[in-house]
């Protein structure tokens, strides 16, 4: 079955560090691909996402391309601030079907000092 | 605009009490989901509601009821919780847009605690 793969955590960085945090997934077709973040006490935010293979999702500095060949969607910036502290999920909506079920990763915990 | 709202931020509530949680969305997305969270951990998917009728219901246990009201409302109904039912609930919604490229919007989500 269809399923995602993030690196695990936490990773701790220092202000400026670039950032990757890698995704591979398992699925048939061409899934949507995306990446939510979850600030500590907050909700899930949409931060990028990319709808078909060589597409760049980019925000607030964050970049991922959707890269088939290699069945990745890694998450990176290139200068890290204290703010970016949050999990970070990786996830994909199959595309076949009429199924609304989002298929995650296990999240990855980012801690930033200063 | 891509806002959900939810509430309450928090609830306390005891094993044998009622209270019902709610979501709100005016972005004219035709579906609506319930997920449950535990801490650090991805959300699991509870139910689906799409065009206001129950799509999808991932064996949730009786004693949560959900229900959709009309298309901008999403109620979840408590009663008779256990304290591993403890958990940041959130709601998301979605525009039914083609397949796979549906993206969901996420509230802030509700932190319930049973006693």
Known sequence: GDSVTQMEGPVT????AFLTINCTYTATGYPSLFWYVQYPGEGLQLLLKATKADDKGSNKGFEATYRKETTSFHLEKGSVQVSDS???FCAL?????NNRKLIWGLGTSLAVNP | DTEVTQTPKHLVMGMTNKKSLKCEQHMGHRAMYWYKQKAKKPPELMFVY????LSINESVPSRFSPECPNSSLLNLHLHALQPEDSALYLCASSQLAGTGTDTQYFGPGTRLTVL
């Not at chain 1, 960085?13 to 400026?16: F, K, T, Y």
């Not at chain 2, 799409?50 to 009728?53: I, L, V």
């Open chain 1, 13 to 16: 960085l220092s202000e400026e």
């Open chain 1, 86 to 88: 949050a999990v970070y």
């Open chain 1, 93 to 97: 909506s199959p595309p076949a079907g």
């Open chain 2, 50 to 53: 799409s065009y206001e009728k």
